[in-house]
């Protein structure tokens, strides 16, 4: 069982940057494979970012490469999202999941955490 709690999301203008972070306790955080999804308003749940149990290994939605990066820290049980130049239709709930497999499909992950609003401004 792995619970993740995502923060770091806010308010931010075209251009800018944020930091999402999550924070997973439980067993055998860095056995797991770790990704970002994200939900705009009336839209569906897409993948944005993946990174092995390692870190050697990423992958990510073309509409984030070159402004995203995926990292995770296995001794603080942490994984995060930096996010630059925004972009309005960057706005959405951004998600952190957990899966046992590598994937970019969302029902291949195992836990959810409860989500965090990003709210890019133009």
């Known amino acids: 069982q792995v619970q993740l709690v995502e923060s770091g999301g806010g308010l931010v203008q075209a251009g800018g940057s944020l930091r999402l972070s999550c924070a997973a306790s439980g067993r055998a955080f860095s056995s797991y494979k770790l990704g970002w999804f994200r939900q705009a308003l009336g839209k569906e749940r897409e993948f944005v970012a993946a990174i092995s149990w390692s870190g050697g290994s990423t992958d990510y939605a073309d509409s984030v490469k070159g402004r995203f990066t995926i990292s995770r820290d296995n001794a603080k049980n942490t994984v995060y999202l930096q996010m630059n130049s925004l972009k309005p239709e960057d706005t959405a709930v951004y998600y952190c999941?957990?899966?046992?497999?590598?994937?970019?499909?969302?029902?291949?992950?195992?836990?959810w955490g409860q989500g965090t609003q990003v709210t890019v401004s133009s």
């Open positions: 999941a957990a899966s046992v497999r590598w994937a970019t499909e969302e029902y291949k992950y195992d836990y």
